[in-house]
């Protein structure tokens, strides 16, 4: 009976679920042989790191060989893209990113770039987000040829296909279900480093050296899409804002950051595959408020904030009509004339994050 019934549930799963995978699901999983690899690098023999983790030593020994396989293939694999970034020497890959929802990634991210590619940049937006607002944004939604299709390793992988959206500015679309793709990374060694191996493997392809900038908007989650971003970045980007939580998601973000760091590196040399720099924006900044001065006080002379932005309502209102705010003012005279002080102001804010992300 069990056995039909699961025969049953698997064959389901094959024939409804796309990444459905056959075989026996590891008994012990990757943090806990990375453990026990951990403990060996420190000098502990096999039989006193199966008598603490019960991991026999047969097994040890089949799955520390696979790590020694994948650190080599990873230090290639890192050391080949720096050799391919070095080529595009002037191309920044920058991340929105933060724990909280709703404090403006996707707002930056569109606005930022629209700045940037109407000062002579050629940009590229990838919505790493599975809410897809930034997709959305730009009308392309959509199930085919997303950004999905570098977190797929079975044959079946389409291309990735990018959408002009205005001059200078392209996008790959998300994915609404990108985030169970994530989940079913869980058990593959190179979870966090897909986004990487993609990039390097599609780099001519693609034509991707083209970019000067590449801005990935992401979930507000610190998992395994997120973390993949993070991992080929040179810049993160982090809003923080006004609120009774808001300097704490600073040293929330900066601890994560600091563990995936140390959970990613190379064993021989000791150094990090994740060296993005991380710098803060506090955004949505109200004028009269004891909120927004507590945040301001905090981060007076905070050398890891890039710039402050204000609340403005025209974000809000360029985004519900699908534009920037730059966007917007071109199109609309009104709208230029009413903000004209402020959209001064915001091209100076942009000026000063573009300094510090050089
Ligand atoms: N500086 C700002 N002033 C006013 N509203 C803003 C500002 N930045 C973002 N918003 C608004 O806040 C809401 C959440 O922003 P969003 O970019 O979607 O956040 P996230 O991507 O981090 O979830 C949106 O309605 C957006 O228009
Ligand atoms: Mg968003």
New binding site residues.
């Given amino acids: 009976m069990i056995v039909t019934r699961t025969q049953e549930g698997k064959l389901y799963a094959k024939t409804h679920d796309p990444y459905f995978k056959e075989g026996r699901p590891k008994t012990y999983t990757d943090e806990q042989i990375q453990f026990a690899y951990e403990l060996r690098q420190q000098g502990m023999t096999y039989k006193m790191i199966a008598r603490k983790t019960g991991i026999s030593i047969k097994t040890q020994q089949r799955r520390f060989k696979q790590i020694n396989c994948l650190f080599n293939c990873l230090s290639m694999l890192y050391y080949e893209y720096r050799r391919i970034r070095k080529e595009a020497e002037t191309m920044k890959i920058i991340t929105?990113t933060?724990i909280?929802?709703?404090?403006?990634?996707?707002?930056?991210?569109?606005n930022y770039g629209d700045w940037l590619a109407k000062h002579g940049k050629k940009v590229l937006l990838v919505d790493l987000?599975h809410?897809c607002?930034l997709t959305t944004v730009f009308e392309k939604t959509r199930r085919d040829n997303t950004i999905a299709e570098a977190f797929k390793d079975d044959e079946e992988i389409q291309r990735v296909n990018i959408d002009n959206v205005a001059p200078n500015l392209d996008l790959i679309a998300g994915f609404i279900d990108l985030d169970v793709l994530g989940s079913r990374l869980e058990n593959n060694s190179n979870k966090e480093m897909m986004l990487f191996m993609w990039f390097k493997n599609n780099m001519d392809a693609l034509n991707l050296n083209q970019y000067d900038y590449i801005l990935i908007?992401t979930h507000?989650d610190f998992g395994t899409i997120t973390k993949n971003a993070i991992a080929v970045s040179d810049y993160l980007l982090s809003?923080i804002?006004p609120s009774e939580h808001g300097y704490n998601a600073k040293f929330d973000l900066e601890t994560r950051l600091d563990k995936f760091k140390k959970s990613l590196f190379d064993y021989r040399t000791g150094e990090t595959y994740v060296d993005a720099k991380l710098y803060f924006i506090g955004?949505?900044?109200k004028h009269n408020t004891n909120m927004s001065r507590d945040l301001l006080n905090h981060i007076a002379d905070d050398e890891t904030v890039a710039t402050v932005?204000?609340?403005?309502?025209?974000?809000?209102k360029?985004?519900?009509k699908h534009a920037s705010i730059f966007e917007l003012a071109q199109k609309d005279d009104l709208v230029y004339k009413q903000n004209k002080k402020f959209l001064e102001q915001a091209n100076q804010l942009f000026q000063e994050l573009s300094n510090k992300v050089k």
């Fill in positions: 929105f933060a909280k929802g709703g404090v403006g990634k996707t707002t930056l991210t569109l987000d809410q607002n908007d507000p809003p804002t955004n949505m900044i932005i204000p609340e403005r309502e025209l974000f809000n360029a985004t519900a």
